[in-house]
C-alpha cells in the first residue's frame, strides 16, 4: 500500500544539517532469518552502508568466491564473510565501488543468496537544467525525470549551496518510491510544491519496503 505525503499550496519542506562532516550516506538493513535475506535485491550508492541485522537461526553473510563459488564483488571492492547468531547480530559492509555484489549465506547456499546494486539506486540532483524544476530532466544526472519506481535523492554533491526544486504545477501527482534530502551546513533544500499544483495529492511516497523508509 502506497504512502501519501499531502502539502498544501505554499508549503516547503526543508532540512537543515549541522555537522560540518555530515556525509550523503544511508544505512540499508537486510534482515537475516528463515534462510533469507530480506530484502534480497536491494539499490544503494556508493558511501551507502550495507547492515546485515540477525533475527534468528545460524547463518553467514559471504560475499567472496575463495570462500562461497557463485558470489561476486566489483574490481576494487572488499569481500566480506561474517558469522550472523545472536553472539554476533550484526555486521556493517561500506560500500566503495559501484558495481554488482552477489552474496549468500554458505550452509544454506545457494537457497539463501541475495544482491547489491551500488550506484543505480538513486536519480540525483545537478540542477543542469533550469535549476530549479522538478519536471526538467536535465536538472537530473542522467536527463530523465523520476518514476514512480525511483528513489531520488537531493543532496549538495553537484550543487554546493541552497537550492530550491519545485514540484510540477497543474493537475500532477508526482510519485516515486523514496526521497532523501540531505543539505550540508549552512546550505538549505527546498522541496516546493506551489499553489499552481491543483493535484490532491501533489506528492506521492512509498514503495511498501518495510525495511527500507519512504522518506
Known amino acids: 500500500m502506497k504512502k501519501g ?22 544505512i ?3 534482515n537475516v532469518s528463515s534462510n533469507q535475506f530480506t530484502p534480497d535485491n536491494l539499490n544503494v550508492i556508493v558511501g551507502d552502508t550495507v547492515r546485515f541485522q540477525w533475527i534468528e537461526g545460524f547463518h553467514t553473510t559471504t560475499c567472496d568466491p575463495k570462500v562461497q563459488a557463485g558470489t561476486s564483488y566489483p574490481g576494487g571492492a572488499a569481500p566480506w564473510d561474517a558469522i550472523m547468531s545472536s ?3 550484526v555486521f556493517d559492509y561500506v560500500v566503495t565501488v559501484a558495481g554488482t555484489y552477489v552474496y549468500g549465506c554458505v550452509p ?33 544526472t542522467d536527463n530523465t525525470v523520476p518514476a514512480s519506481t525511483d528513489s531520488v535523492l537531493l543532496n549538495n554533491f553537484y550543487v554546493p549551496f541552497t537550492y530550491v526544486v519545485n514540484l510540477p504545477t497543474g493537475a500532477v501527482n508526482t510519485t516515486v518510491a523514496k526521497i532523501i534530502i540531505q543539505p550540508l551546513d549552512p546550505n538549505f533544500i527546498f522541496l516546493n510544491l506551489t499553489s499552481g499544483n491543483t493535484n490532491n495529492p501533489g506528492l506521492t511516497v512509498g514503495n511498501s519496503n518495510i525495511n527500507d523508509p519512504d522518506f
Open 108 to 140: 544454506h547456499w545457494p537457497g539463501m543468496s541475495g544482491t547489491i546494486n551500488a550506484g543505480f539506486g538513486y536519480k540525483m540532483w545537478d540542477g543542469e537544467g533550469d535549476g530549479i524544476s522538478w519536471s526538467d530532466a536535465f536538472n537530473w
Open 5 to 26: 505525503i499531502y502539502l498544501l499550496p505554499f508549503f516547503v519542506i526543508v532540512l537543515q544539517f549541522f555537522s560540518p562532516n555530515q556525509s550523503f550516506s544511508t
Open 87 to 89: 553472539g554476533s547480530p
Open 28 to 30: 540499508h538493513t537486510i
